[in-house]
């Protein structure tokens, strides 16, 4: 049973603040790369006073009083008004600063799937996964543990169409997430 669960569209996924633009992503360089004003573009989200995040040859990392933090902990660094929404942004928010990795994510908001989106790619003839019987709109809810949790589908075209499920669950006192990535349908 999911507990407290909120329904998204897609475009709730977006970034919502026009702010600095991020710096674009160079491969293999060894250019130190500061990615703080990628959360500064969602309305919920923030860095925690004295956090920075940076990227460097294909490194994401975070500073803090005057330590270095690993990847795995940079999400500690992001504050939120823990609101269904601010989940949901910092689940999109972890991807985007995931492009910057060696171990990208290859989710883009864009990508992101709702029912919405559904009618129109059918509509155009580029939906061909037939009828489906469940709804592909991103959820926030509390899993059996209460830990919150955001699961959305993304759409992706590039050679093989597949449907990738994307499954967030935070911790209970921070934005610290852990994410499973599987594929939940392809077409040939």
Known sequence: MLRNKT???RE???KNITAKSPPAYMKGSCLV????SIVDQYSQLRLRAGWKIFSRDGEVYGEAEGRTIPEAEIMEGIMGDESPLSY???AVCYHHLMEYSNRKTDVISTAILDDSYICQLDLFGHWRFGKL????NPIFFYDSLLHPAVIFFTYH???LEVIQKHVHRFAYVSY?????QRTWATVS
Request: glycine share 4%.
């Open 7 to 9: 329904v998204f569209t």
């Open 12 to 14: 709730a996924a977006r």
């Open 33 to 36: 790369s500061e990615l703080s």
């Open 88 to 90: 949901l942004q910092a």
């Open 133 to 136: 019987e469940r709804s592909f």
């Open 157 to 159: 075209q590039e050679g």
């Open 176 to 180: 610290t997430l852990k994410t499973l």
